[in-house]
Structures are given as structure tokens and as C-alpha cells.
């Protein structure tokens, strides 16, 4: 085989590779009473390919977040470009929060249980755009 027989199947894989997507959250944060900083803030990229009630998400969490111990008040805000969902998936249910038409992004708070929640940040116009997910146990 001559040597540029060679190089295009190398070249054609590494191409394949850096168009493959990667999975959607990196690792998990572990939150309880008194987030330090509080606020919490996580990035990444809001939207997916799957449809769903809550928009198109990813097919995996954008973030997950593992509660370990009952919190009595905390805060999920999102603010992203586009037209932002918030699906929250845990022990205690399924929740979808929609941006409200005045450019507020999707929020949820209350009362948070122990366990593993996923997080998806979506986009009910199947936009793809970066997003901030801020966690807050300051009710103001």
C-alpha cells in the first residue's frame, strides 16, 4: 500500500471522532444545605435531538445533581437564548418549567428531597444555544 493509502482511512477516522457527540453532563454535583458559593453555576448547551413534552432535549442529563440531605428551599434558574426549558427529573416526579413570555428564562424552587435528579435544559424550537443553570438556596 503507498504511504497516502494509508494516511486517508487515519484521516477519515480522526474526522469521525471530532464530529462525534459527546454525552451531555460530565459528572455529578453533589449539593445539601448551604451551597458554598451559592450561587451554583453550571454551563453547557441547551437543546437535543429527542422531543419530548418538554421541548427537544439531549438523550442524556445536562447536568445531575445528587441531593443528600432534605433542603428546605432551593432554586433552579435558567437563562439561555432561545426558547428555554427546564426538565427536572427525580425522586419525587417529573417537572417541566417553560420560559415565561416577558424574557424571564424557566425557574423551579421549593422543598428538595434526598436523591439523584437529571437535568435537562431543552428548547421547544429545537434550537441549540448556551445556557447558565443557577442553584440558590437564598429565597431573595
Known amino acids: 500500500m503507498k504511504p497516502i493509502a494509508k494516511v486517508i482511512p487515519v484521516a477519515t477516522m480522526l474526522a469521525a471522532l471530532l464530529v462525534t457527540p459527546l454525552p451531555a453532563y460530565s459528572s455529578t454535583l453533589q449539593v445539601g444545605v448551604g451551597l458554598n458559593p451559592d450561587p451554583q453555576v453550571l454551563r453547557g448547551t441547551s437543546g437535543g435531538s429527542k422531543s419530548s413534552d418538554c421541548g427537544f432535549i439531549a438523550t442524556a442529563p445536562n447536568e445531575?445533581?445528587?441531593v443528600t440531605q432534605p433542603i428546605p428551599y432551593m432554586r433552579f434558574s435558567v437563562q439561555s437564548a432561545g426558547q428555554p426549558t427546564l426538565l427536572i427529573?427525580?425522586?419525587?416526579?417529573r417537572f417541566c418549567v417553560l420560559a415565561d413570555g416577558g424574557g424571564?428564562?424557566?425557574?423551579?424552587?421549593?422543598?428538595?428531597?434526598?436523591?439523584?435528579?437529571?437535568?435537562?435544559?431543552?428548547?421547544?424550537?429545537?434550537?441549540?444555544?448556551?445556557?447558565t443553570l443557577s442553584l440558590t438556596q437564598s429565597s431573595k
Not at 427529573?89 to 416526579?93: F, I, L, Q, S, V
Open 89 to 93: 427529573e427525580g425522586p419525587t416526579g
Open 104 to 131: 424571564a428564562g424557566p425557574q423551579m424552587s421549593g422543598f428538595w428531597a434526598p436523591g439523584t435528579y437529571s437535568v435537562y435544559i431543552g428548547d421547544r424550537a429545537k434550537g441549540s444555544n448556551p445556557y
Open 64 to 66: 445531575v445533581i445528587k
